[in-house]
């Protein structure tokens, strides 16, 4: 019996990596033998005939390729990470301080807007200071930690706080390693954004993509997709129509986290191609869905596939009946956190300053809490979601099976994590306790009143 062959392939360009990939299929030649015989113009004509022409997909799966992308804005980073199929990282709020990083200005932006930024930067600035210094009178340096560290520490502590004022237009930076489907699928997303600068964003992806040596044969007809923008614009009014007398429900503080039971199916479609185009909770939505005619409903449903062309894939909200549907309200950066969870359906709701915005304990211990509140207020009176901080709450649906829902809830709850999303993941503990009490007997969940102050 022969032994078996393993090896690392190195120094490929990507389109023909996954050409000499796919071959496997068609082909009894070894990897070593496809490279040798291969070469850019073959593996650009194999491409357009069964990735193009026979619709095989998967194929784009086989190139990866990594990205920089660098001094856009918070706003347009989550957008660009909305994929459930992606891997990368931006920069921490907890380790760098963001002053520095200065802020992008969208093309539509009001009067006032850098004035109104730089203020959300004077406070950044003089809470995390005011934080700092309270958090070094409250835990003084252990003899054996280092004062290098401890001074670390106490900083990352205190920009845990600042970061609730920091606003969506800060400038940050991210890198990605891809798949080609999955960078496919994010150009055209992100072209089709309702933001110029996730449009532009995509742009540059598709440039720096279709130069030599990377994808240029699997990113050529990446264009904004009539599906996606037609599709936003009759769900919004849809959902402007059925919801319109209905106010939002913020709920009370305990409700930041509600594990909905899912409906029948139809009434869950419904709803959740409903419930990015609005901001109530998901109950709500799926009340006012189950109260139409069956009739009514299906002509919902109809909607998110009326402009559907022959290459497109169903919307997200169409990937439906998960067991575990929780309607989360928190601060944007909590969201932030839980927006790298892939396993999940997630459906995000645009950001509002309707559902208020959150203050963190140290910032009233630390006696900051007059400018936070001016400097949130303030931003909150713009027209613009560039200058809304990341203190304010904004909803997403995130749908799971039980054991995705067992990770978030034993990861986020671990006390090296901020205080917000813990709470947050020990909300989506007690939901799942209360629901299936036999279930969650064996969870590593750690109590929200084990802390490690100067664990970061």
Same mark, same amino acid.
């Given at each position: 019996?022969?032994?078996?062959?393993?090896?690392?392939?190195?120094?490929v360009?990507p389109?023909?990596g996954?050409y000499?990939?796919?071959k496997?299929?068609r082909?009894?030649?070894?990897m070593?033998?496809?490279?040798?015989?291969? &070469?850019?113009?073959?593996?650009e004509?194999f491409l357009?005939t069964?990735?193009?022409?026979?619709?095989?997909r998967?194929?784009?799966?086989?190139?990866?390729?990594s990205?920089?992308i !660098?001094r856009c804005?918070?706003?347009? /980073?989550?957008?660009?990470?909305d994929?459930?199929?992606?891997?990368?990282?931006e920069?921490?709020?907890?380790y760098q #301080?963001?002053?520095r990083?200065?802020?992008?200005? @969208? !093309?539509?932006?009001?009067a006032?807007?850098?004035?109104?930024i730089d203020a959300?930067?004077?406070?950044?600035?003089?809470?995390?200071?005011q934080?700092?210094?309270?958090? /070094?009178?409250?835990?003084p340096?252990? #003899?054996?930690?280092?004062?290098?560290a401890?001074?670390?520490?106490?900083r990352?502590?205190?920009?845990?706080a600042g970061r609730?004022?920091l606003?969506?237009?800060?400038?940050?930076?991210?890198?990605q390693?891809?798949?080609?489907?999955?960078?496919?699928q994010?150009?055209?997303r992100?072209?089709s954004s /309702?933001?110029a600068?996730?449009?532009?964003?995509g742009a540059k992806?598709k440039?720096?993509?279709?130069?030599?040596?990377?994808v240029?044969?699997?990113?050529?007809?990446? &264009? @904004?997709s009539?599906?996606?923008?037609?599709?936003?614009?009759?769900l919004?009014?849809?959902?402007?129509?059925?919801l319109?007398?209905?106010?939002?429900?913020?709920?009370?503080?305990?409700?930041?986290?509600d594990?909905v039971?899912?409906?029948?199916?139809?009434?869950?479609?419904?709803?959740s191609?409903l419930?990015p185009?609005c901001?109530?909770?998901y109950?709500q939505?799926?009340?006012a869905?189950a109260?139409l005619?069956?009739?009514?409903? &299906?002509e919902?449903?109809?909607?998110?596939?009326?402009?559907?062309g022959?290459?497109?894939?169903?919307?997200?909200?169409?990937?439906?009946g998960? @067991?575990?549907?929780?309607?989360l309200?928190?601060?944007?950066?909590?969201f932030r956190d839980?927006?790298r969870?892939?396993?999940?359906v997630q459906?995000?709701?645009?950001?509002? @300053?309707a559902h208020?915005?959150?203050?963190p304990?140290?910032?009233?211990?630390?006696?900051?809490?007059?400018?936070?509140?001016?400097?949130m207020?303030?931003?909150?009176?713009?027209?613009t979601?560039?200058t809304?901080?990341?203190?304010y709450?904004k909803?997403?649906?995130?749908k799971?099976?039980f054991? !995705?829902?067992?990770?978030?809830? !034993?990861?986020r709850?671990?006390?090296?994590?901020?205080p917000s999303?813990r709470?947050?993941?020990?909300?989506?503990?007690?939901?799942?306790?209360?629901?299936h009490?036999?279930?969650t007997?064996?969870?590593?969940?750690?109590p929200?009143?084990?802390t490690?102050?100067?664990?970061?």
């Amino acid at each position: 019996m022969p032994e078996p062959d393993v090896y690392v392939i190195q120094g490929v360009e990507p389109e023909v990596g996954a050409y000499a990939m796919a071959k496997y299929s068609r082909s009894a030649l070894s990897m070593r033998e496809s490279l040798r015989e291969l &070469d850019g113009q073959r593996a650009e004509k194999f491409l357009n005939t069964f990735y193009f022409q026979y619709g095989h997909r998967s194929i784009a799966d086989l190139a990866h390729l990594s990205f920089a992308i !660098e001094r856009c804005s918070i706003l347009a /980073a989550i957008e660009v990470a909305d994929e459930a199929r992606w891997d990368g990282q931006e920069r921490s709020t907890r380790y760098q #301080e963001f002053r520095r990083s200065g802020f992008i200005t @969208p !093309e539509d932006a009001p009067a006032g807007y850098d004035e109104n930024i730089d203020a959300l930067f004077t406070a950044y600035e003089a809470v995390s200071a005011q934080v700092a210094d309270y958090l /070094a009178t409250q835990f003084p340096r252990p #003899e054996a930690m280092k004062p290098e560290a401890y001074k670390r520490t106490l900083r990352a502590r205190a920009f845990d706080a600042g970061r609730y004022l920091l606003p969506l237009a800060t400038a940050t930076s991210l890198g990605q390693i891809v798949s080609a489907r999955t960078l496919e699928q994010q150009i055209v997303r992100l072209l089709s954004s /309702a933001y110029a600068e996730c449009r532009a964003l995509g742009a540059k992806l598709k440039a720096a993509a279709s130069a030599p040596g990377a994808v240029p044969t699997l990113v050529k007809y990446t &264009d @904004p997709s009539p599906y996606l923008i037609d599709s936003r614009a009759a769900l919004a009014q849809a959902a402007t129509e059925l919801l319109a007398g209905a106010k939002p429900d913020a709920g009370p503080r305990v409700d930041r986290v509600d594990l909905v039971a899912p409906p029948a199916l139809e009434i869950e479609i419904a709803a959740s191609l409903l419930y990015p185009h609005c901001h109530h909770a998901y109950r709500q939505v799926i009340a006012a869905v189950a109260a139409l005619s069956a009739a009514r409903r &299906d002509e919902l449903i109809a909607l998110g596939t009326a402009a559907r062309g022959s290459h497109d894939e169903l919307l997200r909200p169409y990937q439906a009946g998960q @067991p575990f549907q929780f309607d989360l309200l928190i601060d944007i950066g909590s969201f932030r956190d839980f927006h790298r969870h892939r396993r999940c359906v997630q459906l995000h709701q645009d950001y509002t @300053p309707a559902h208020g915005y959150e203050t963190p304990a140290e910032i009233h211990a630390a006696g900051a809490a007059p400018v936070y509140d001016a400097a949130m207020r303030a931003a909150a009176s713009t027209s613009t979601p560039y200058t809304l901080p990341l203190g304010y709450r904004k909803r997403s649906l995130f749908k799971m099976d039980f054991a !995705e829902a067992v990770y978030i809830a !034993e990861l986020r709850t671990g006390t090296g994590g901020h205080p917000s999303y813990r709470s947050a993941a020990w909300d989506m503990y007690e939901a799942l306790r209360r629901a299936h009490p036999a279930l969650t007997q064996s969870l590593r969940v750690t109590p929200l009143t084990v802390t490690s102050p100067l664990q970061r």
